[in-house]
């Protein structure tokens, strides 16, 4: 596992093939509302290791950074023109939007000055992107809009801002081609312009995801055969397609100006997503509605029969259509109560798989953390992911966080054996999802590999492997790399000053070390040699590889000068007991065996030290 985990994270291979990193946007920028919580260059949070507390820019006062090094890279791209612009307009800062088409237009004009020098538009032109201009001024709501930034953009750049027309189609090509910048948990912090990224069409049933690390996507295929790098093969989503058919299109057509036909939404079966229940209680069949269908007259459940009355239709019609499209994330009794009240009345009007239902469960069990007996219902939490596996891509990772709800309900019911599978594949998903030096997927890892061994972790050591604060990618090559002694290291390699280092083999085959020189470690069978030198510092004996011992800080080679032994207290006064064998260092450094019959067989083996 570990050589595959190495290998894996470092040649950019998922588990379903190659991924595609786009690390270079033309713009981006930190939400309003997130400048206090992430970095305003890598849009990471504080870990408390790395970064305890953001630093606050000393000229602005607005953006924050993990370190020296974020705010000297975010002064060179994009801050130095727009801290000075900020500290003008102060205490009327402009709304993210204003900033981001700013940090557009200074990019442009730079490039217009000075031709594309930093290979900004390596990908494509800014000006090859789509615009929809003239749908974009034939919406009365989105001309008000424009207006609105206009005003505020004039106040912010003053001269720097270009002309209305061209300021126009600025604002066109950004809207059309921009996306938001979520933490791996869903939680938008910021908002991009990749030029790369613009090039790949949306589909509800994706075949790639887009995954972030601070501002930079990831594109992972969740099917096999997919070329990420290739946009005519791959498809990613919009817009959240955990949703019904009609919010998808309603959303696509408001933001993209295009009616979604793709495959997913040219299937009746997903008319399962917003059914009702049968009004016959023993009939547990869902009756297939939508939110827009205006036949509410003659409709009857395929498996009783029943006529559904035309009210109970327009009823959980309504009340689908009334439910905000997103819950709050703030842990308040009044938001609990309120998704309750919601809940209630689901359970009473919509059948198990709909779609809303289903959120509205995720949202209180994220709010509640599985205390509420109603969240503990298991049932219910398993229809929830079935029906996200009949609406999401089967590696979406709100799949695996289902799967999670699943495995902590187990866990407080102590049937901590029945969890396994669904932490296995919580993990698998995760492992496609986010890649194998995701956090994600190396605490979902451990929390598997708990349960699977039958570790005796407390319910809250588990719990706490469930709750995903840090998204930073591991460096998993560094963190192998590191070492105590020979058997940390994987492989052909040797633990040298407390690094795993390539090791050389000899041509000294070994049942043991005595069958090796000082210098050498026996291992595979075959007598090790480091390819590296070490600085010979140590500790203790541990510290020493091979036949050495540790003498004043330095490792010495060591004479055997007794017999076979477990511990020191089988060996004589200055003696030690290493590799099963009473073993002593001579102050002179020299050949000392204390018994001749030992001479023989072990002298040519400390014939040559280091």
């Known amino acids: 596992l570990l050589v595959r985990l190495v290998s894996m994270a470092l040649d950019g291979v998922g588990p379903m093939g190659k991924v595609t990193i786009f690390d270079k946007p033309f713009a981006s920028v930190v939400l309003n509302q997130q400048v206090e919580n992430v970095c305003g260059y890598c849009f990471q949070r504080p870990n408390g290791k790395t970064c305890k507390r953001l630093q606050i820019c000393g000229g602005c006062h607005w953006y924050r950074y993990c370190n020296r090094a974020c705010q000297r890279a975010s002064w060179k791209e994009h801050h130095k023109l727009e801290c000075a612009r900020l500290q003008l307009v102060f205490p009327n800062l402009p709304v993210t939007e204003v900033l981001f088409l700013g940090r557009i237009c200074d990019r442009l004009r730079f490039i217009e000055a000075n031709g594309d020098l930093k290979k900004w538009q390596a990908e494509r032109r800014f000006d090859e992107l789509m615009s929809h201009e003239e749908e974009i001024r034939q919406d009365k709501e989105k001309m008000k809009h424009f207006e609105l930034i ?18 126009f189609l600025i604002f066109c090509r950004s809207w059309i081609n921009s996306h938001s910048i979520h933490s791996n948990t869903g939680i938008e912090v910021g908002m991009a312009l990749d030029l790369g990224i613009s090039k790949y069409d949306h589909s509800c049933r994706p075949n790639t995801a887009m995954v972030f690390n601070g501002f930079r996507a990831v594109l992972r295929p969740l099917v096999n055969g997919i070329d990420t790098a290739d946009p005519s093969q791959c498809f990613i989503a919009y817009v959240d397609v955990g949703r019904s058919r009609y919010q998808r299109r309603k959303e696509l057509q408001s933001k993209w100006y295009f009616w979604c036909e793709c495959e997913r939404c040219r299937d009746p079966s997903d008319d399962r997503l917003t059914s009702i229940r049968c009004v ?12 827009d269908q205006t036949n509410t007259k003659n409709v009857q459940c395929l498996g009783c029969g029943s006529k559904i009355p035309e009210n109970v239709i327009i009823e959980a019609q309504c009340f689908m259509l009334a439910l905000p499209q997103h819950f709050g994330n703030v842990k308040s009794a009044e938001e609990v109560r309120r998704l309750k009240i919601y809940l209630n009345t689901a359970e009473r009007l919509l059948h198990k798989e709909n779609i809303y239902f289903c959120r509205l469960l995720t949202a209180y069990l994220q709010l509640t953390e599985g205390v509420d007996s109603f969240a503990n219902n298991l049932e219910l939490q398993k229809s929830v992911y079935t029906n996200y596996r009949r609406c999401l891509p089967a590696a979406d990772r709100h799949v695996g966080f289902q799967l999670l709800h699943i495995v902590r309900t187990l866990i407080t019911q102590n049937r901590r054996a029945e969890s396994i599978p669904y932490a296995h594949e919580a993990m698998r998903i995760f492992e496609i999802c986010f890649g194998l030096d995701h956090p994600y997927y190396l605490q979902t890892l451990a929390l598997w590999t708990f349960l699977e061994n039958g570790s005796k972790k407390t319910n809250e050591e588990l719990f706490k492997l469930m709750n995903f604060t840090y998204s930073k990618p591991v460096n998993l090559e560094a963190l192998l790399r590191h070492c105590r002694q020979h058997d940390n290291c994987i492989g052909l390699s040797l633990c040298t000053d407390g690094k795993c280092t390539a090791a050389i083999p000899t041509d000294i085959t070994c049942e043991g070390q005595e069958y090796c020189y000082a210098h050498q470690v026996c291992r595979f069978g075959v007598c090790l040699e480091s390819s590296v030198l070490p600085r010979s510092g140590c500790l203790s004996h541990a510290d020493c590889e091979g036949q050495q011992l540790c003498v004043k800080g330095r490792c010495k080679v060591a004479l055997p000068v007794g017999g076979f032994c477990l511990d020191n207290s089988q060996c004589g006064r200055m003696l030690t007991c290493k590799f099963n064998h009473s073993v002593h260092f001579d102050k002179n450094d020299m050949l000392k065996l204390h018994n001749p019959n030992w001479k023989k067989e072990f002298e040519p083996n400390y014939q040559k030290k280091r």
């Open 280 to 291: 016959n209680v023993d009939c547990s069949e869902p009756v297939c509605i939508t939110e």
């Open 150 to 167: 206009y005003d505020k953009a004039q106040k912010f750049l003053a001269s720097a801002i270009p002309k209305r027309e061209k300021f």
